[in-house]
């Protein structure tokens, strides 16, 4: 249970510590957001976790291709948030992400690449 709690509080701080440097500096906040931080943690865990190699390289190589439809709503929502305001801004893009993991998902499928 221990480990539990401090696997949460870590990636808590992680999360915490994004949303802190992004009050100081757009830029800096940006790029600290962009890094694979709770993707390194994740594989940190599952390590210490003793999972299987093939579970840990699953995991990046997923995380990889789940990464790519994402993207586009990093453009959308601030695109949309002086027009309609956050929470409806907010709303649309998740739905695009979502739009955007579907056609993504059937593409890849056409490659021979499973993601759902």
Known sequence: M????????????VVVAVSEFAKRSDKLGGLIAA????????????????QP???????????????????????????????LGFWISLALSAVFTVLCFGAFALIMRRFGIELL
Do not use: C, D, G
């Open 2 to 13: 221990a480990w539990l709690i401090i696997k949460y509080l870590l990636s808590a701080a």
């Open 35 to 50: 890094l694979p931080l709770i993707t390194l943690l994740a594989l940190i865990w599952l390590q210490l976790e003793k």
């Open 53 to 83: 190699m093939e579970k840990i390289a699953n995991h990046a190589r997923y995380t990889f291709w789940y990464v790519i439809p994402t993207l586009p709503m990093f453009l959308l929502f601030p695109w949309l948030l002086p027009r």
